[in-house]
Antibody, heavy 123, light 107 residues
Framework: QVQLVQSGAEVKKPGASVKVSCKAS????????IQWLRQAPGQRLEWMGWINTGNGNTQFSQRFQDRVTFTSDTSASTVYMEMSSLRSADTAVYYC????????????????WGQGTLVTVSS | DIQMTQYPSTLPASVGDRVTITCRAS??????LAWYQQKPGKAPKLLIYKASSLQSGVPSRFSGSGSGTEFTLTISSLQPDDFATYYCQQYNSYPATFGQGTKVEIK
């Protein structure tokens, strides 16, 4: 069965960086785009961007494009989200999600979600 | 960015009730709308896509309708497992955007 399993919770100080992993299984890894979302406490879900697991191309929301990097390791069926210059407003649960259709780069809905990774930024 | 507005924000209801949640887009999104259910501490779960298509495995008491800028999610007969928060998402254009959520709670 399709699964996305994310790394565990992180606590970081302001100004630090964090790297969250998302390991996929149960499907052909490089056929589906992975996107990243986050949800701050009590807030709506926010789209961060996507990575094409087939060739490593990425696209980011303008809000994050200067501080976020997505990478993909095909041999490990794993994608990574790294965010730098963390601030308290980055405290949120971060989700990796699978686009619900193979080989689609355009906007789409999401059929499988990771369990979420809580990133807490606090001094 | 396309703004998504859901109402109501909170919906008190009882088991067996027919429940309707509305989602409005700030500009037309055709039928590129999805609905998700989220329970506390869990990831959202896809219920409906393309405004009215039921995701595999989702009970038929859930249905979606609408196009353009106005959409609804209906639960025909609320079950105990349905008390949760529901989000709409537009995928007409990037960035994908979500509504603020509707919490269906026990009356």
């Amino acid at each position: 069965q399709v699964q996305l399993v994310q790394s565990g919770a992180e606590v970081k100080k302001p100004g630090a960086s964090v790297k969250v992993s998302c390991k996929a299984s149960g499907y052909i890894f490089n056929k589906f785009v992975i996107q990243w979302l986050r949800q701050a406490p009590g807030q709506r879900l926010e789209w961060m961007g996507w990575i094409n697991t087939g060739n490593g191309n990425t696209q980011f929301s303008q809000r994050f494009q200067d501080r976020v990097t997505f990478t993909s390791d095909t041999s490990a069926s794993t994608v990574y989200m790294e965010m730098s210059s963390l601030r308290s407003a980055d405290t949120a649960v971060y989700y990796c999600v699978r686009v619900a259709a193979a080989l689609v780069l355009g906007p789409h809905h999401f059929d499988y979600w990771g369990q979420g990774t809580l990133v807490t930024v606090s001094s | 960015d396309i703004q998504m507005t859901q109402y109501p924000s909170t919906l008190p209801a009882s088991v067996g009730d027919r429940v309707t949640i509305t989602c409005r887009a700030s500009q037309t999104i055709s039928s590129w709308l999805a609905w998700y259910q989220q329970k506390p501490g869990k990831a959202p779960k896809l219920l409906i896509y393309k405004a009215s298509s039921l995701q595999s495995g989702v009970p038929s008491r859930f249905s979606g309708s609408g196009s353009g800028t106005e959409f609804t999610l209906t639960i025909s007969s609320l079950q105990p497992d349905d008390f949760a928060t529901y989000y709409c998402q537009q995928y007409n254009s990037y960035p994908a955007t979500f509504g603020q959520g509707t919490k269906v709670e026990i009356k």
